[in-house]
C-alpha cells in the first residue's frame, strides 16, 4: 500500500514517525505548526492527526526526507 492510502495514524505510530524523522516531541511540533500541549494530546490518542498531517509524515518517511525545524522562539510577542 502507498504512503498516499495512509490517511490515520495511533499515538505510537506517530511517536514511531517522530523517531524516524529524526526529531523529538517539541521539533516536531515546531514543525508541524502545532504547540507540544497539542502534540502531547495525540501522542496521548487525545486528539486525532489531521489527514494532511498524517500524508506529510508519511511521504517525508517513504521519500526519507528530513525535516527543517524552526528554531524555538523565546520571549513573548
Not at 508541524?32 to 500541549?37: A, K, V, W
Request: proline share 8%; with cysteine.
Amino acid at each position: 500500500m502507498s504512503w498516499q492510502h495512509l490517511r490515520t495514524i495511533t499515538p505510537d505510530e506517530l511517536r514511531q514517525a517522530i523517531t524516524v524523522l529524526g526529531m523529538k516531541p517539541a521539533q516536531a511540533a515546531r514543525f508541524l505548526g502545532y504547540s507540544e500541549r497539542t502534540l502531547r494530546r495525540f501522542l496521548r490518542g487525545e486528539r486525532t492527526v489531521p489527514v494532511p498531517d498524517v500524508l506529510l509524515l508519511n511521504c517525508m518517511i517513504s521519500h526519507r526526507l528530513r525535516p527543517l525545524v524552526p528554531k524555538k522562539v523565546s520571549g513573548t510577542y
